[in-house]
């Protein structure tokens, strides 16, 4: 297994802590609001990261953190917290007890977001929240060895303290245009960073004073906990690395003396119209719009797929609806190899070829290159179909699952049909939503591709 490991700039050859295991952290969402399609990109990377080490045989540990409290806007520990925007916009009191419960809302929905994704749960999925007591241990072992200092405002790390701090990705601390840190006038650098930022009203007790945690150190306090002071893998999206991803390895290692982290892995943007897809340029874009509009969670996955995960890739509802269509003519061809009844043996030969691509930094255009020409191939179709299950162990699409389904409608619910047509042909949207509505009402859900009306059943 080789991996591109950020720190180092290089491909290199895996070599776990522990024979056969392999540990690994993914940066979880701030669940303020619901996820959108490329931040489900980067927690998508983790799921193939852990599917393609236990398809090759290893043992894993997987974690990843949903960050519920202190997540502030500005990387220079400024502005609101995301929480509180949260609080905000749905018009309710700034209380940690109401932080919590739209946490709650937006948590069980990026839950609900990883099932339709087929992403498989990581072995913990810790709140923020529920670990303050580890990240006051690491903050009073940062006072002890001299990395932290306090503010009117809070605690920070102390930047100049720690010679390489930066390391990854080489930030250049002296070109303010290479980092997105503020200045602060009570800071003794302008790139150090809150590990606890005081608030009289909310959040939780600690020997500096009332408040809350700043957003790095939670990530440190959580993976170490679950991992140890040293593990194998660390994941996110490639905005985290400047900063996020600097600063816990800078508080981390500097709190334990050890390596905090062997392989660092980002994933790049998901774009919309060239710019990265974010809350301002797409960020409305969740698996509900994708739902509504006829496609299904795993066209999406599919469409992940074939792009390496270091590459930007584009979103357009062009680029999906031939994601669909791809996937749909692959749900074809098994239900197909299905009707030979019976399941043969995985083909080594592909297998080899499947085992080399994931192999290679998790090359999965290659790996689905790989499956199709083994289902063009001459193997019999129930070996086929013993491979194509094999390799759905990584790819994830649902292959043995899968069921062509034909839906019957009544006459009545076909009438509807044809009027909904007629009335978007001419315009008419508000008889188009309440014939929709009607729909609805005998138990289908209707909704549109490429101008043709697709039925399904709710």
Same mark, same amino acid.
């Given at each position: 297994?080789?991996?591109?490991?950020?720190?180092? =700039?290089?491909?290199?050859?895996? =070599?776990?802590?522990?024979?056969?295991?392999?540990?690994?952290?993914?940066?979880?969402?701030?669940?303020?609001?619901?996820?959108?399609?490329?931040?489900?990109?980067?927690?998508?990377?983790?799921?193939?990261?852990?599917?393609?080490?236990?398809?090759?045989?290893?043992?894993?540990?997987?974690?990843?953190?949903?960050?519920?409290?202190?997540?502030?806007?500005?990387?220079?520990?400024?502005?609101?917290?995301?929480?509180?925007?949260?609080?905000?916009?749905?018009?309710?009191?700034?209380?940690?007890?109401?932080?919590?419960?739209? *946490?709650?809302?937006?948590?069980?929905?990026?839950?609900?977001?990883?099932?339709?994704?087929?992403?498989?749960?990581?072995?913990?999925?810790?709140?923020?929240?529920?670990?303050?007591?580890?990240?006051?241990?690491?903050?009073?072992?940062?006072?002890?060895?001299?990395?932290?200092?306090?503010?009117?405002?809070?605690?920070?790390?102390?930047?100049?303290?720690?010679?390489?701090?930066?390391?990854?990705?080489?930030?250049?601390?002296? *070109?303010?245009?290479?980092?997105?840190?503020?200045?602060?006038?009570?800071?003794?650098?302008?790139?150090?960073?809150?590990?606890?930022?005081?608030?009289?009203?909310?959040? #939780?007790?600690?020997? #500096?004073?009332?408040?809350?945690?700043?957003?790095?150190?939670?990530?440190?306090?959580?993976?170490?906990?679950?991992?140890?002071?040293?593990?194998?893998?660390?994941?996110?999206?490639?905005?985290?690395?400047?900063?996020?991803?600097?600063?816990?390895?800078?508080?981390?290692?500097?709190?334990?003396?050890? /390596?905090?982290?062997?392989? #660092?892995?980002?994933?790049?943007?998901?774009?919309?119209?060239?710019?990265?897809?974010?809350?301002?340029?797409?960020?409305?874009? /969740?698996?509900?719009?994708?739902?509504?509009?006829?496609?299904?969670?795993?066209?999406?996955?599919?469409?992940?797929?074939?792009?390496?995960?270091?590459?930007?890739? !584009?979103?357009?509802?062009?680029? %999906?609806?031939?994601?669909?269509?791809?996937?749909?003519? %692959?749900?074809?061809?098994?239900?197909?190899?299905?009707?030979?009844?019976?399941?043969?043996?995985?083909?080594? !030969?592909?297998?080899?070829?499947?085992?080399?691509?994931?192999?290679?930094?998790?090359?999965?255009?290659?790996?689905?290159?790989?499956?199709?020409?083994?289902?063009?191939?001459?193997?019999?179709?129930?070996?086929?179909?013993?491979?194509?299950?094999?390799?759905?162990?990584?790819?994830?699409?649902?292959?043995?699952?899968?069921?062509?389904?034909?839906?019957?409608?009544?006459?009545?619910?076909? /009438?509807?049909?044809?009027?909904?047509?007629?009335?978007?042909?001419? =315009?008419?949207?508000?008889?188009?939503?309440?014939?929709?509505?009607?729909?609805?009402?005998?138990?289908?859900?209707?909704?549109?591709?490429?101008?043709?009306?697709?039925?399904?059943?709710?």
């Amino acid at each position: 297994m080789k991996i591109y490991n950020a720190i180092t =700039k290089t491909k290199e050859e895996f =070599k776990p802590i522990v024979d056969g295991q392999v540990s690994m952290y993914h940066c979880g969402p701030t669940v303020y609001d619901y996820i959108h399609i490329g931040n489900l990109r980067s927690f998508m990377l983790g799921d193939i990261i852990r599917r393609s080490f236990e398809y090759l045989g290893f043992e894993t540990k997987q974690v990843m953190n949903i960050t519920d409290v202190g997540h502030l806007v500005s990387d220079g520990d400024d502005g609101d917290d995301k929480m509180t925007k949260a609080l905000k916009r749905h018009e309710m009191d700034i209380t940690l007890e109401n932080m919590l419960k739209v *946490a709650d809302i937006y948590s069980e929905s990026f839950k609900t977001d990883l099932k339709n994704l087929n992403i498989l749960t990581p072995h913990h999925l810790p709140k923020a929240s529920d670990h303050i007591p580890e990240n006051i241990v690491i903050i009073e072992k940062l006072f002890e060895k001299g990395f932290a200092y306090t503010t009117s405002d809070g605690v920070y790390f102390d930047t100049k303290k720690m010679p390489d701090y930066g390391k990854l990705g080489g930030l250049n601390l002296d *070109a303010e245009s290479e980092s997105r840190i503020e200045t602060n006038s009570e800071k003794r650098f302008h790139a150090d960073f809150a590990l606890w930022k005081f608030d009289e009203k909310n959040g #939780w007790d600690s020997p #500096w004073g009332h408040g809350f945690p700043g957003w790095h150190i939670e990530c440190s306090g959580m993976s170490m906990k679950y991992l140890g002071e040293t593990f194998d893998i660390h994941t996110g999206g490639y905005d985290n690395k400047s900063v996020h991803h600097n600063n816990e390895i800078a508080q981390s290692e500097c709190s334990t003396g050890k /390596t905090f982290v062997n392989y #660092w892995l980002h994933g790049e943007f998901l774009n919309l119209d060239g710019e990265k897809l974010s809350k301002s340029t797409g960020g409305n874009i /969740t698996l509900m719009t994708l739902f509504n509009k006829g496609f299904s969670p795993l066209d999406l996955r599919y469409l992940y797929l074939q792009s390496i995960y270091r590459s930007q890739t !584009d979103f357009t509802w062009e680029i %999906i609806e031939s994601s669909k269509k791809a996937l749909d003519k %692959i749900y074809r061809h098994i239900e197909a190899l299905k009707t030979q009844h019976g399941i043969g043996k995985i083909n080594p !030969d592909f297998q080899k070829k499947f085992s080399d691509a994931i192999s290679d930094d998790f090359n999965l255009p290659i790996a689905l290159s790989i499956f199709h020409n083994m289902m063009k191939s001459d193997i019999s179709a129930i070996d086929k179909l013993a491979t194509a299950y094999n390799f759905d162990t990584v790819l994830g699409l649902d292959l043995e699952k899968h069921t062509s389904i034909e839906i019957e409608i009544s006459d009545e619910v076909q /009438t509807l049909l044809n009027d909904r047509k007629i009335a978007r042909e001419n =315009k008419d949207w508000e008889s188009s939503d309440q014939i929709r509505d009607k729909i609805m009402e005998k138990g289908f859900k209707v909704s549109d591709i490429n101008g043709e009306q697709k039925i399904e059943t709710l």
